[in-house]
Structures are given as structure tokens and as C-alpha cells.
């Protein structure tokens, strides 16, 4: 049975940083692209970044790019997000998604985590 | 960057009627789009990949339409479990991977 399991949220000042984990288990998550896909409160559906099953290619969307770092330890199959520069528009619940075909880039997302709360203010 | 519109914004029917939902993208797509259900406090589930092809365990009242930038989710008669939010998502063009505003199902 495929699991994720993200962790790492909190409430975090801005300028402040956290980095969220997700922990993948039944199946072979090396040979899965993953992505982070988050919702602010009351509102809709938001990627924020993908990474290739090696990890050696990664995306962003504009909102992010800069501040936040995908990476993934696949000896763990654990995929992580770092986020620095945190403001309070990035305050949502954050979903690691796997996506639905092994060893490709096809971005429709076949398991979500139950997600990790991000909440920025002071 | 794709954007995905998605009417009507909410949907009020009542159980064993049927659902006609739309995803509009302001350019092709071609079949590369995915519908997505969530519930409140839940995860979004997918219903839909590839515009047409039901997900592993979803039930066959479901199904989708389209291609290009015209897409339709219908559910052919309303289970009391299929009232909630509805997404489209597009893969065709991306960075940016986006997501329609959602359809909201709710009873009548």
C-alpha cells in the first residue's frame, strides 16, 4: 500500500525557515517523480516544485523559486522541501504527490500525503 | 502559463441526478488533463489522468471528456459521497504545472 507521510510544519515568523519531509513507503520511490503541491486556507490548488526520480532535475514555480530547495534521499525515500525567506502568502497545507508512472515526467498525481500545515506570521 | 477555468463554481443537485462540470484552458492541452476530487480535511484523490482514463478504483459513474482546451467531468448519477470539490489540472505545459479554481458540488 502506498503511503506519504509529510512532517515538518509549524508556525515559523517571517524571514524565518523550516524544512518539511515526506516519507514514502510501498513503493520503489526511486523510480518516481515527486512534487510538492500546496493550499492556503479556504483556497485552491498550488505546485510548488518537482523533482526527477535521481533527483538530479528540479523545478519551481516563480513564487518560490530562490526560496524554497526540493531534494530527495532516496536511500531513505524520504523527499524533503527547504524553505527560506518564508512570508506570510506561503502559509498553506503542503501535499507531497507521487505521480502516476514510474520513470516519467507524467505530472498527474495518483497518491497525496495528508499534508503538513506551513504557517508564517508573527 | 496555462490558466484553467472551471464552471459552474458551485453545482447544487441532489442525489441521482447528474454532473456536468467544464475545464476550460486558454490554450491546448491536448489530452493531458487530470480531474481530482477532495473532500473537506482530506487529500485531493485522483478521478481522471489524460482526459478520458478513470483512476485505479474509481467508480465508473465518473468519467471524462475532451481534448484541447475543452474538458467535462461528468458523474452520471450523485452518490451522497460525491458531494464536494472538483479540480482540473493540467501537464501539457509546465513550469508551471496549474490547477483550475474548482467546482464545488454541493446538495441541493
Known amino acids: 500500500e502506498v503511503q506519504l507521510l509529510e512532517s515538518g510544519g509549524g508556525l515559523v515568523q517571517p524571514g524565518g525557515s523550516l524544512r518539511l519531509s515526506c516519507e514514502a513507503s510501498?513503493?520503489?520511490?526511486?523510480?518516481?517523480?515527486m512534487d510538492w503541491v500546496r493550499q492556503a486556507p479556504g483556497k485552491g490548488l498550488e505546485w510548488v516544485s518537482v523533482?526527477?526520480?535521481?533527483?538530479?532535475?528540479?523545478n519551481y514555480a516563480d513564487s518560490v523559486k530562490g526560496r524554497f530547495t526540493i531534494s530527495r534521499d532516496n536511500s531513505k525515500s524520504t523527499l524533503y522541501l527547504q524553505m527560506n525567506s518564508l512570508r506570510a502568502e506561503d502559509t498553506a497545507l503542503y501535499y507531497c504527490?507521487?505521480?502516476?508512472?514510474?520513470?516519467?515526467?507524467?505530472?498527474?498525481?495518483?497518491?497525496w500525503g495528508q499534508g503538513t500545515l506551513v504557517t508564517v506570521s508573527s | 502559463e496555462i490558466v484553467l477555468t472551471q464552471s459552474p463554481a458551485t453545482l447544487s443537485l441532489s442525489p441521482g441526478e447528474r454532473a456536468t462540470l467544464s475545464c476550460r484552458a486558454s490554450?491546448?492541452?491536448?489530452?493531458?488533463l487530470a480531474w481530482y476530487q477532495q473532500k473537506p480535511g482530506q487529500a485531493p484523490r485522483l478521478l481522471i489522468y489524460?482526459?478520458?482514463n478513470r483512476a485505479t478504483g474509481v467508480p465508473a459513474r465518473f468519467s471524462g471528456s475532451g481534448s484541447g482546451t475543452d474538458f467535462t467531468l461528468t458523474i452520471s448519477s450523485l452518490e451522497p459521497e460525491d458531494f464536494a470539490v472538483y479540480y482540473c489540472?493540467?501537464?501539457?505545459?509546465?513550469?508551471?504545472?496549474?490547477f483550475g479554481p474548482g467546482t464545488k458540488v454541493d446538495i441541493k
Open positions: 489524460d482526459a478520458s
Open positions: 489540472q493540467q501537464r501539457s505545459s509546465w513550469p508551471p504545472l496549474t
Open positions: 504527490a507521487k505521480v502516476g508512472r514510474a520513470n516519467k515526467w507524467d505530472q498527474f498525481f495518483d497518491f
Open positions: 490554450q491546448s492541452v491536448s489530452s493531458y
Open positions: 523533482i526527477s526520480g535521481s533527483g538530479g532535475e528540479t
Open positions: 510501498g513503493f520503489t520511490f526511486s523510480d518516481y517523480v
